[in-house]
């Protein structure tokens, strides 16, 4: 390609950053936008004004490519082979609904469909997160990660793993979900725990983000999309982290695919990915 990928990561910064105060000064309100499918996926009026604050400064910069975001996204849209943008203005709009700092800025670039530049900016920390394919990720530009050489990943038991509940609070794929989570909570049957324990920080984006860090092992999630991950997936990769597909038996989704199993860096990520799996009582429709 002849891109200039370090270019194009550094006008996506800028862009980011200028995008975040206009949320850390809202007033989130749902009022004009309201819900999109029900009570619980919520999308504010400030989502759909940072999309398009970035949209438009991406489209002035890089007319030729092509665009996909959260707010604009149309049942039916596909990811091309032309370089798109990939944008989820606010990641975690129920914490910025509730007022709750874990939020995010996430914005990706595919070129082929695979993920290839990364920017997640939290505009209530100021943290940012950032990769370029091949070329390592960075916490605030300047420190690499994992932020810790990894240590190996042994067993599940160790593991800190996080998960979401998402939108989606009935039928087939909740439950798929609901019967796992119990299982990652429950003891094992010698009386040991599953895991170190649960999170559910409400980004999928910073998810991916504290899996790469290598402050959480494993994240495991159904119904997210193409928006919520292609930034992060880029920032987990570059950090020597993987991502399987949250079903068991596919070891590499595609971006559209909307099923995750990330694992931090380290060695043994596949026996950690197969031991999951091992858990997971039936399979996700989604996707
Ligand atoms: C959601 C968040 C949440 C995850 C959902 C996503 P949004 O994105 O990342 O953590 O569980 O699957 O859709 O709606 O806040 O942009």
New binding site residues.
């Given amino acids: 390609t002849d891109l200039n990928l370090q270019e194009i990561h550094d006008f996506m910064i800028e862009v980011a950053q200028q995008a975040a105060d206009r949320i850390t000064s809202a007033t989130p309100t749902t009022g004009a936008a309201g819900n999109k499918k029900n009570s619980v996926?919520?999308?504010t009026e400030t989502?759909q004004a940072v999309e398009k604050l970035i949209s438009t400064a991406l489209s002035t910069k890089y007319p030729s490519f092509s665009f996909m975001g959260?707010e604009t996204y149309k049942p039916g849209d596909k990811l091309t082979d032309a370089p798109t943008f990939i944008l989820?203005?606010?990641?975690?709009?129920?914490?910025?609904v509730h007022r709750h700092p874990t939020?995010a800025i996430?914005l990706g670039l595919s070129l082929s469909r695979k993920p290839t530049i990364g920017i997640i900016l939290n505009p209530f920390t100021s943290t940012l997160y950032s990769a370029i394919t091949g070329q390592g990720s960075f916490l605030n530009r300047t420190t690499r990660l994992p932020l810790t050489p990894p240590t190996p990943l042994t067993t599940l038991n160790t593991c800190l793993v996080a998960v979401?509940?998402?939108?989606?609070r009935s039928g087939n794929d909740f439950a798929v979900a609901s019967r796992t989570f119990a299982k990652l909570a429950a003891a094992k049957e010698d009386g040991g725990a599953m895991v170190h324990g649960i999170r559910?920080?409400?980004?999928?984006?910073?998810?991916l983000c504290a899996v790469a860090c290598g402050w959480v092992d494993v994240y495991w999630?159904a119904?997210?999309?193409a928006?919520?991950v292609c930034a992060g997936w880029v920032i987990l990769e570059e950090a020597g982290g993987i991502v399987a597909d949250a079903n068991p038996g596919n070891w590499s989704p595609r971006i559209e695919e909307r099923r995750y199993l990330a694992v931090r860096g380290g060695s043994g990520q596949k026996d950690i990915v197969e031991e999951l799996w091992a858990l997971v009582e039936g399979r996700f429709e989604v996707g």
Avoid: K, Q, Y
Avoid at 88 to 96: A, H, M, S, Y
Avoid at 164 to 168: H, L, V
Avoid at 202 to 207: F, I, T
């Fill in positions: 996926d919520l999308v989502d959260e989820d203005p606010i990641d975690g709009t129920t914490n910025f939020v996430s979401e509940w998402g939108s989606n559910s920080f409400g980004s999928a984006a910073l998810n999630e119904g997210c999309w928006w919520d």
